[in-house]
């Protein structure tokens, strides 16, 4: 018989390393194996670079991809097929998306809201342009081949993945960034009201969501200490970055860290954040890569509505491409998604997995010298897919429901059997040296 004393301590200690024994969350601490899985492949991945874009639905960047599941057309709510037009990405407008979009989208006809979506009510959105709409139906539509020619190039070099969904239903940005780094927002909602971290203080709030996804549910403050794969990597004596860009030393709206008061008020932050964005490509042509990085975009790099910018897609092609022309190369494995739909339309319903999931469809590319080459998976993906890739690679354990309910792409989307690939330059018009001479920029995103 083992002794329960002895096995008291063990998961003890457990709990002290991973700091699984404080956050408030629903889920902070759910699902955590005490023995961490190892794969195959453990040794030959590195490096792993997670480059985060903004508010793009797969159907919206990649309509008529060859082998993935996209429609050129979808219903509205009164029952009419609406064909999708072309919109580019440098719009001066935005579309609602947050938990009230997506449950007018979703249109659903289940018991709890937002399930068994039928998709056919993104209509029902509102739109920035009003009365100056390019089409009578802006929420329907695609970008443009022609502006996005790195994305489907990486796409057939590597693996294109049609079946990723957000790990939050909401839409929203905020939400998503928690969940890329922590598996789970502290069962959080929409957008806070104020500062989007700990600087804000007390009177910065957002509200929470209830498990039969009422909302509101209560509020907490834009500031909590849930454990991020993070706290875990700095366990494990393995280095990580976070790329943002920062003004007067508080890191934009998208940097998921400055919302954990442990890491925003101790030493990750001023040595774990990289401002700006553009200082990976200058990290990794000094050879100082990191082992896990996070990388956002400016919002003229973002593909974000509103921002009049298509630089995104040479930005992220130029992230690859010194990466792959790099000595890190050949032990790398960097994924690229969209952090939220951004309120436009794609045809595939969400699964409902818990009171906060699934959100819609999202674009993913995983690059990598062992992903498959030209390969369209059609595995069932979320945020917590990609954490769950890194805590296999290092040893490390799951964070919370997200990441152990996930799929990992590895089975899927990698053949570790073969030799790494010799990396192939992905065409851009703009290069590295254009976005390291880029100037800053300080527009506030998603102020609903």
Known sequence: MRNACADAILIALVCTILSACGGSGAFTNAARP?????PASAGKIQHVVIIIQENRSFNNLFAGYPGAKTREWGYNTSGHKVRLKAIGLATTWDIEHNSAAF????????SIRGTDCRMNGFNNESVGCKSHCPTKYPQYAYVPRAEIKPYWAIARQYVLADQMYSSNFDGSSFVSHQYIIAGQAESSVNYPHGAWGCRGGPGDHIWKVGPQRQIPDGTEEVCWDATTLGDELDAGGISWAYYAETSSGYSSRWNGYQVI????????????MRSPPSQILKDVGDGQLRTVSWVTPTGANSDHAGFKSKTGPDWVASVVNIIGESKYWDSSAIFIFWDDYGGWYDPEPPAYVDYDGLGFRLPMLIVSPYAKKGYVSHVHYEHGSILKFVEDQFGLAQLAVSDARANSPEADAFDFNQPPRKFKIIPTTLDAHY???QPPDYRIPDNE
């Open 435 to 437: 976005f390291l001479q």
């Open 103 to 110: 449950f007018s989208s979703c249109n659903g006809t289940g």
């Open 34 to 38: 005490l023995t961490p899985f190892r």
């Open 261 to 272: 008061k442990h890491i925003y008020d101790g030493s990750d932050w001023k040595k774990d």
